[in-house]
C-alpha cells in the first residue's frame, strides 16, 4: 500500500504541475526539487520497514481491471523491486538539480517528463500482472521519445528518438504475443499464479523467443544494440542519466521475472544462444569503444559491454551469479549516471564532446579530474569500489561453469579496464591542446557529484546491505526451486 500511495502521489503531482505557469520559475524549481527529494526520502525509509524474513511480496494492493477477463490492476515490491524503486527516486532529484539552469524556456516542460518518466517506472517495478507489465513497459517509450527529440543537443535527435522508438516498438510487439498466448494457455496473467503454471516444451521454446527478443532490445544485446548510442548522443545528459541508470534494467528485470522462471525448458534449450550473443555484446562492442571519438558514446558503448555481463549472470543458473548480476545491475545505474553527468559538466562548458578536444585537463579542473577517476575505478571493478562486488561474484559464477567461460570473461574485463583508464589518460594527462579555461566543479556540481562517490565507496565496502535485501526477494527462491524449473 505505501507504494502506490506514493504513485497516486506522483500522478496528482503531474496533473498539478501541468496546470502550474512557467512564469514562476523559481517557485517552480524549488517546488519540483522538494517534491523530487520527498519522493526519494519515501522510497528509501521503506527500506528499514521492509520484512526481510517475508519472501513474498509486502504492501500489496489489488484493483479489479477486468474481472471478465480476469486481469487485475494488482502489485507488490519485493527486495529486488524496491532496490530499483529507490534508484529510480534517488536519480530524480539529481537530474532536476542538473538542469537547474539549462532549460529556462522549457523547464515545466522537462520536468512533467521526468515525473512521468518517475511515476511509469515506479509502476513498472510495482505491478505484479503481466498485462499492465507490458502496458508500462511500452508506456515509457513516449516520454523518453519526446525528451531525445526535443530536449536534445544535435542535429539528428530526431533521427535518434525516432531510432529508439521503432526499435523498442518493433521489439515490444514479440512481448505483445507471448502475453496474449500466455493469457489464452493459464486464463490469467497475475505473475504468482504463471509462476505455478505448466508450458509445455514447444511452447516453451516460443514464449521464451518471444519474451527474451523483445527484452534484449530493451537491454541492449548484440546484434540489437545500434539504437542505444545514438539515442545517449542525442539524448540531453538527463535523458542519458534516466536511460542507462534505469531504463536498460528494464529488459534484465523482466528477464528475471519472467524467462528464468517461467521457461526452464527454454533457458536450457537456448542457454548457448544467451552465452553467444552476451560475449558478442562484451567482446565486439568493447573493441568499437576504442575507435570512439565522442565521450557520450564512448560511455554508452561501455554500457552494452556491462549489460552483456548482467545477462549472462541472469543464465548461470546459480545463486551467486543471480546476485553478481543483479548487484552490477545497480552499480552501473549509480556509476554510469556519475559518468553522463561528468561528460554533460564539460560539454556545459565547452559545446563539444571529442576526446580530441580534451588534454590535461588536471591543470584547470582537479576537482573534476578526481571525480573522474574515482568513477572510472568504479567503472572498472577496482576493489572496494560499488563495481568490484558485482564483478567479482560474476566471475567465482563463470569459474563453477568451466575455465573456458572463466577466461573469456576475465579477458573481457581486462579490455574494460584498458579502454577506460585510455580514456581517463587522454582526457586528463596528455599536454593541453585547445582548452585553455579555468573552470573546475561549481558547488552545485559538487553537491550533485559527491552523493555518487559516497554510494560508490559505501556499497563497496559494505554490499551487505544490499545482499540481505536481495536474500529475501521472491524471485531467488521461485528461480531456483526444484519443482518449478526444468532441472
Known amino acids: ?110 520536468m512533467l517528463l521526468l515525473f512521468t518518466i518517475e511515476f511509469l517506472l515506479f509502476n513498472f517495478f510495482f505491478v505484479s500482472d503481466l498485462f499492465f507489465f507490458f502496458i508500462f513497459f511500452e508506456s515509457i517509450l513516449l516520454p523518453m521519445f519526446v525528451l531525445i527529440g526535443n530536449f536534445g543537443s544535435r542535429q539528428r535527435k530526431i533521427h535518434a528518438s525516432f531510432q529508439f522508438f521503432l526499435f523498442t516498438t518493433v521489439g515490444s510487439f514479440l512481448l505483445l504475443v507471448a502475453v496474449f498466448l500466455v493469457f489464452l494457455h493459464e486464463g490469467s496473467t497475475d505473475f504468482q499464479a504463471l509462476y505455478f503454471g505448466t508450458f509445455s516444451y514447444e511452447l516453451q521454446l516460443f514464449l521464451w523467443f518471444c519474451f527474451f527478443t523483445s527484452l534484449a532490445v530493451k537491454v541492449p ?24 541508470g534505469v531504463l536498460l534494467k528494464m529488459g534484465t528485470y523482466g528477464m528475471l521475472r519472467f524467462v528464468t522462471p517461467l521457461f526452464s525448458f527454454g533457458n536450457f534449450y537456448f542457454n548457448p544462444l544467451v552465452f553467444i550473443l552476451a560475449f558478442m555484446s562484451i567482446y565486439y562492442v568493447s573493441l568499437i569503444t576504442f575507435c570512439q571519438i565522442d565521450l557520450k558514446k564512448l560511455i554508452a558503448y561501455s554500457s552494452v559491454a556491462h549489460m552483456g555481463y548482467v545477462t549472462l549472470g541472469l543464465f548461470t543458473y546459480s545463486f551467486i551469479g543471480l546476485q553478481g548480476s543483479i548487484f552490477l545491475m545497480l552499480s552501473h545505474g549509480v556509476v554510469s549516471s556519475l559518468l553522463f553527468f561528468l561528460i554533460g559538466m564539460l560539454y556545459d562548458r565547452y559545446k563539444t564532446r571529442l576526446i580530441f578536444f580534451y588534454k590535461s585537463i588536471y591543470n584547470y579542473m582537479p ?23 558485482g564483478e567479482f561474484l560474476l566471475m567465482l559464477s563463470f569459474l563453477s561453469i568451466s575455465k573456458v567461460a572463466f577466461f573469456f570473461s576475465s579477458l ?38 559527491s552523493p555518487f562517490i559516497f554510494m560508490i565507496f559505501y556499497f563497496g565496502l559494505f554490499p551487505l546491505s544490499i545482499f540481505d535485501i536481495l536474500q529475501s526477494s521472491s524471485v531467488f527462491v521461485l528461480t531456483f526451486n526444484p519443482f518449478l524449473n526444468f532441472f
Open 1 to 110: 500500500m505505501p507504494i502506490f500511495l506514493v504513485v497516486l502521489f506522483i500522478f496528482f503531482y503531474i496533473f498539478f504541475l501541468f496546470f502550474l505557469s512557467n512564469k514562476y520559475i523559481v517557485f517552480l524549481k524549488n517546488l519540483c526539487f522538494f517534491v523530487s527529494i520527498l519522493i526519494f526520502l519515501f522510497s528509501f525509509s521503506l527500506v528499514f520497514k521492509f520484512d526481510m524474513s517475508n519472501i513474498s511480496l509486502m504492501w500489496s494492493f489489488h484493483i479489479t481491471w477486468n474481472s471478465f477477463l480476469n486481469i487485475y490492476y494488482s502489485g507488490g515490491v519485493d527486495g529486488f523491486s524496491l532496490l530499483f524503486i529507490v534508484l529510480t527516486a534517488f536519480l530524480i532529484p539529481f537530474c532536476i538539480l542538473y538542469s537547474w539552469n539549462q532549460f529556462v524556456y522549457f523547464f515545466k516542460e522537462l
Open 221 to 244: 544485446l548484440f546484434p540489437v544494440h545500434i539504437w542505444l548510442p545514438e539515442a545517449h548522443v542525442e539524448a540531453p545528459t538527463v535523458g542519458s542519466v534516466i536511460l542507462a
Open 367 to 389: 576537482l573534476f579530474t578526481l571525480f573522474l577517476f574515482f568513477s572510472t575505478l568504479a567503472n572498472v571493478g577496482f576493489p572496494g569500489t560499488i563495481g568490484f562486488v
Open 412 to 449: 573481457g574485463f581486462l579490455i574494460s579496464i584498458t579502454y577506460s583508464f585510455w580514456l581517463y589518460n587522454r582526457i586528463s594527462f596528455l599536454l593541453p591542446f585547445h582548452v585553455f579555461v579555468f573552470s573546475d566543479l561549481s558547488r552545485r556540481e559538487i553537491f550533485l557529484t
